[in-house]
Nanobody, 119 residues
Framework: QVRLVESGGGLVQAGGSLRLSCAAS????????VGWFRQAPGKEREFVAR????????AYANSVKGRFTISRNNAKNTMFLQMNSLKPEDTAVYYC????????????WGQGTQVTVSS
């Protein structure tokens, strides 16, 4: 069982930056692939970025590529999403998620953190 808790959301002006964190419980965090998703009002949840268990392989949605960077620190059971050059369309609730088996549905989800980008 893994418990995920996001933090770092807030209100920022367009062009600004935020760094989201996701703290995980449990001693097996380093064996999980993890990712970030977001859900804007009235829209479906969408993939943002993911990183492999060993931190080597990353992937991004086209809409954030070049602006967002996902990383993890397995020694501290923590994952990060550095968001730069933020746009109003990045406004959403951001969720971190973890999965045991690569390329399958995510097994564990955090409660979400709100990111609001003003124009």
């Amino acid at each position: 069982q893994v418990r995920l808790v996001e933090s770092g959301g807030g209100l920022v002006q367009a062009g600004g930056s935020l760094r989201l964190s996701c703290a995980a419980s449990g001693r097996t965090f380093s064996s999980y692939g993890v990712g970030w998703f977001r859900q804007a009002p009235g829209k479906e949840r969408e993939f943002v970025a993911r990183i492999s268990a060993n931190g080597i392989i990353t992937a991004y949605a086209n809409s954030v590529k070049g602006r967002f960077t996902i990383s993890r620190n397995n020694a501290k059971n923590t994952m990060f999403l550095q968001m730069n050059s933020l746009k109003p369309e990045d406004t959403a609730v951001y969720y971190c998620a973890a999965r045991v088996v690569p390329n399958t549905e995510y097994d564990y989800w955090g409660q979400g953190t709100q990111v609001t980008v003003s124009s």
